[in-house]
C-alpha cells in the first residue's frame, strides 16, 4: 500500500497554534509553551490512552489483515493523538488521513490493473509476432444449452479482448435472426423430416455466411482480430437425429472436419442455468427461446456432444457464481489468443487395457502425431515446441503449439502457459523441416468423451511401438477438485506429476523409452 497523508506537512499549512523544529524532531505549542517528544517512554504512554479511543478500535480490525502496514499506521496515528488536538480537530484530522488512505488504495488497485492489462497486450504482440507473416484471427465459439449467460459473456469478453489490442466481431445467433423473422412457420416439434431438414439446412448456411463475412472482414482491417460466434455450426446437430445429420453432411457436401475442427480456435460451453442455477433459469429475455427447464438441460447435453472431439473444448459449468462463470470464459479465451494464462489443472492416469472397453457414452477417435521442433536461440530454456497432425476419416487438422514456463506472480516459482494457433497443411510440411533429430515422431490413438460433464481424452501410444500404454487425462478448473475417474474405466496409478508419461520425454531418442519402462515398474510395484 501507498504512503498515506504526510502528518507533518499537514501540520505546517494548517496549524496556527503548533509548530514543528525539524532539527530536534520535536512538536511545538506556541500557545502553551510545551514541546511533544516522541521518545520510546511517552510513546508507549500515547498507545495506551490511544487504545480506549474508538478509533483503535477501528484500526485494530484492519491490523489482524496486514501486521506490517499496520506497524506504520501506529506511528501516523500516534503522532496525531501526541499534538494535543481538541477532540473535534482530532476527529477531522483522522477522517482526512482515511478518505487519502482510501483514495490512494483505489488509485493502487487501477494502476495493477493497467500494468497487468500492458502486460497482457505485450504478450499478446510476442505471440502475433512469432507466427506467420499475415495478423492472426482467431474465430472462438461460445455455445451451450439456453440461459447459460452466453450474451452476457460475450459483451465483458470483447471488452476485454478490445483492451489488449485485438479487433473484435461478434456473430450474432443466426437462429435467433431466422425465427424473429419469421423463418420459422410452426412450431418445430411439428415439422416434417423434410421440413426440419430444409430448415436447419438454410439456418446452417446462414451461419457459416454470417461467419465468413466477418472473417473476410476481419482479414481486410489488416489488424490482430478475434471473432466471436454466438453458437457455431455444429450446435444444429443437436436438433437432428444422427441420420438426418448425416444426411444434411451429404446433401451440402459438408465435411466434419471442417466444420468442427478446422472452422473454429476454441469452443467454450456454458452449461445452461438449468443445470446447478436453476433459480435463475428464464426464457423472458430472448423471444426465440422457448424451452422448458427439462427441454434446457437434454438439450444442453445433445450440443455438447455434438462438439465432442473438437480439439479446444472448455466446459464452464455453474460451479462458480456468475461473475466467476464469466471469469473463467475470459480466462480460456485469453490463453488461445496469446495471452498466456496458465493451463488448466490436469490430471493423468494410467488404464487397463482400453481396447476391450465398451463405452456407455458417445465417443470419437483421431489419429494424432506430434513432432518436437528444434529450439530457436533466444527460446525458453525450460518450454518446447511442437506441431501437431489430427485426423479422422482421412481428414486432418494441424496446429502449432508452444509450451513455457512464465513467472509466478509470487516469489521464484513458474507456471507452465501453453501458446496454440492453427496452421495450414503447407505450414506443417514446411515446419517439418525443423523437427528434432533427436526425438521421434509420436503417434497416438486419442478417443474423445464427455462423463457426468467433464471432458475426457484416453491416449493410446502406437509408435513407439513398445509402449503398450494408455493415459486417461482430464482437465479441473480448480487444483482442489477431486478427479473422478469414469466406472467404466479401471485406474492403475495417477501420473500426473512423473514427466517420464508425457510425450516429450517419450519422444527422446534413446532415452524416452527406457526411462517410461522404469518409471512403469515402479509403479506397479
Known sequence: ????????????????????????????????????SLKTSQWNYQRQQ????????????????????????????????????????????????????????????????????????????KSNQEGSSNPPIYRIVLTGGPCGGKSTSLSLLADRLRSLGFRVFVVPEAATIVVTGGGIWKDYKEMTPDQALAFEGNLMKTKMALEDAFFSIAQASGEPSVIICDRGTMDTAAYLPRESWEVLLDTYGWN?????????DAVLHLVTSAIGAEKYYTTENNTARTETMEEARALDFKILNAWVGHPTIRIIDNSSDFHGKVQKVITH????????????????????????????????????????LLK??????????????????????????????????????????????????????????????????????????????????????VDPPS??????????????????IPDFLKAKYEVTDDERFSSFKISKIGRGVPNLSKATKERSK
Not at 494548517?14 to 532539527?23: C, E, I, L, R, V
Not at 509402449?467 to 473422478?484: F, G, S, W, Y
Request: glycine share 4%.
Open 1 to 36: 500500500m501507498m504512503k498515506g497523508i504526510n502528518i507533518k506537512h499537514w501540520m505546517k499549512s494548517h496549524s496556527t497554534t503548533s509548530q514543528f523544529n525539524s532539527s530536534k524532531g520535536k512538536w511545538k505549542d506556541l500557545t502553551k509553551n510545551r514541546d511533544y
Open 50 to 125: 490511544w487504545q480506549q479511543n474508538r478509533y483503535f478500535h477501528e484500526s485494530k480490525q484492519e491490523k489482524t489483515k496486514d501486521e506490517s502496514f499496520n506497524s506504520q499506521k501506529w506511528k501516523k496515528y500516534g503522532l496525531i493523538a501526541s499534538l494535543g488536538l481538541s477532540a473535534t480537530a482530532f476527529a477531522s484530522l483522522f477522517s482526512t488521513v482515511l478518505a487519502k488512505e482510501e483514495k490512494e488504495d483505489e488509485e493502487s488497485e487501477e494502476e495493477r490493473e493497467k500494468n497487468e492489462l500492458k502486460r497482457l497486450r505485450e504478450a499478446v504482440q
Open 256 to 264: 466434419l472436419m471442417n466444420l468442427r475442427d478446422r472452422r473454429y
Open 333 to 372: 479465451v485469453c490463453q488461445v489468443v496469446g495471452a498466456p494464462k496458465p493451463v488448466n489443472y490436469k490430471r493423468k492416469f494410467v488404464i487397463e487395457t482400453p481396447e476391450n472397453i465398451k463405452f456407455p457414452v458417445v465417443t470419437e477417435q483421431f489419429e494424432v502425431e506430434q513432432t518436437y
Open 376 to 461: 530457436a536461440k533466444d527460446s525458453d530454456a525450460h518450454g518446447y515446441t511442437y506441431i501437431r497432425r489430427r485426423g479422422q476419416n482421412g481428414s486432418y487438422h494441424y496446429s502449432h503449439s508452444t509450451l513455457r514456463d512464465s513467472p509466478h506472480d509470487k516469489g521464484d516459482e513458474s507456471e507452465r502457459t501453453v501458446l496454440e494457433r492453427h496452421i495450414s497443411g503447407r505450414e506443417y510440411i514446411a515446419l517439418l523441416k525443423q523437427a528434432d533429430p533427436n526425438r521421434v515422431t509420436v503417434k497416438k490413438r486419442v478417443k474423445c468423451f464427455i462423463w457426468n460433464n467433464q471432458y475426457y481424452q484416453l491416449t493410446s501410444f
Open 467 to 484: 509402449l503398450n500404454l494408455a493415459i486417461l487425462e482430464t482437465e479441473l478448473a480448480d487444483k482442489n477438485q477431486h478427479a473422478v
